[in-house]
């Protein structure tokens, strides 16, 4: 017997919907840091980069960015985007 699985689905980060909610709150990248217990180089990569170089994986840099979207007060819809 088989079981069909759903296929995986791929979240991308809109890092421009949390630079404008940082900024819109007048927050440096260090100050957000700071809230939300994580680095400054965090926060610069959610901002600026498409890679993961200071976070292990694609899904721990999502659930950071989860943390992060909470406190600037986004929904998930505004800073991540789901693809098949």
């Not at 809230?35 to 999502?62: D, N, P």
């Amino acid at each position: 017997m088989f079981v069909k699985t759903k296929p995986a689905l791929k979240q991308r980060i809109i890092k421009e919907a949390l630079l404008a909610a940082r900024e819109e709150k007048g927050l440096s990248p260090e100050e957000l840091a700071e809230i939300v217990c994580l680095k400054g180089w965090h926060i610069k990569e959610l901002e600026q980069e498409e890679t993961f170089r200071t976070f292990y994986s694609m899904a721990i840099k999502i659930q950071a960015a989860k943390k992060i979207g909470a406190y600037l007060g986004l929904s998930e819809e505004q800073y991540l985007e789901t693809q098949e």
